[in-house]
C-alpha cells in the first residue's frame, strides 16, 4: 500500500511564495508520475501540473511560469514551488502518485489536502 501527503500550505498575500512537498511512502518499486491538483470552493478539481519519470514536465495554462513541479527521486519526494501567487489560486491542493508497488501491482494513491489561501 503506497501512502500520499503533501505539507507547506498556509496563508500567503497576493504576489507571494509558498513551496508544497509530496512524500510518497510505502512499498514502491517505482513512481511514472506525480501530480498536482487543486479545487477551489464550488469549482471542479484541475490539474495544476504534472511531472513524469523521464524528467517531463506539464501544467495548466494558468499556471505557467509561475509556478514549478520538481522531484526527489531518493526521497520520493516532490515540490511544487509556487511564485506570483494570486488570489484565484486559492485553493485546497491535493498530490496523488502514480506507478508500480512492490508486488509490482499498479498503485494511484491521493493525498489528503493542503490549503493554501492568498489574500489581495
Known amino acids: 500500500q503506497v501512502q500520499v501527503a503533501e505539507s507547506g500550505g498556509g496563508l500567503v498575500q497576493a504576489g507571494g511564495s509558498l513551496r508544497l512537498s509530496c512524500a510518497a511512502s510505502?512499498?514502491?518499486?517505482?513512481?511514472?508520475?506525480m501530480g498536482w491538483h487543486r479545487q477551489a470552493p464550488g469549482k471542479q478539481r484541475e490539474l495544476v501540473a504534472t511531472?513524469?519519470?523521464?524528467?517531463?514536465?506539464n501544467y495548466a495554462n494558468s499556471v505557467k511560469g509561475r509556478f514549478t513541479i520538481s522531484r526527489d527521486n531518493a526521497k520520493n519526494t516532490f515540490y511544487l514551488q509556487m511564485s506570483s501567487l494570486k488570489p484565484e489560486d486559492t485553493a485546497v491542493y491535493f498530490c496523488?502518485?502514480?506507478?508500480?508497488?512492490?508486488?509490482?501491482?499498479?498503485?494511484?494513491?491521493w493525498g489528503q489536502g493542503t490549503q493554501v489561501t492568498v489574500s489581495s
Open positions: 511531472i513524469f519519470s523521464g524528467g517531463n514536465t
Open positions: 510505502g512499498s514502491i518499486k517505482r513512481i511514472d508520475a
Open positions: 496523488n502518485a502514480a506507478g508500480v508497488g512492490a508486488s509490482n501491482r499498479p498503485f494511484g494513491s
